[in-house]
């Protein structure tokens, strides 16, 4: 089982957690909604739970619960530029359809 980053997600990362001077790394899970039934929850951790799983790439440490991890397996976490737009995405295998949208995803 695996989480990656690209080197543009590592380095948004780590300058994230620079600039706000505390963090362990980054928490990556899903959460039921939308009309695929998934979307991911990315948000910077302060902390790794008993329950999580914890990978390391590229010097950063990514925290999954353990939970969604059978729904994240082998994802890459990407983060891209578009004009003015800024964004994290995902490159999930597991995944069987999206939404129009791209919000949410099945599995």
Do not use: W
Not at 9 to 14: E, G
Not at 26 to 39: D, E, F, I, N, P
């Amino acid at each position: 089982m695996a989480i990656s980053l690209t080197d543009s997600a590592a380095s948004r990362v780590k300058s994230y957690l620079d600039a706000r001077g505390e963090g362990v790394g980054l928490r990556l899970g899903v959460t039921q909604t939308g009309c695929s039934g998934y979307s991911y929850v990315i948000n910077y951790a302060d902390e790794i739970g008993a329950s999580d799983v914890v990978f390391e790439d590229k010097g950063v440490t990514v925290i999954v619960d353990n939970e969604a991890l059978p729904l994240i397996d082998g994802t890459e976490v990407d983060f891209v530029k578009n004009g003015l737009n800024e964004a994290f995405s995902f490159r999930n295998p597991n995944v069987t359809g999206e939404c129009g949208c791209g919000e949410s995803f099945n599995i």
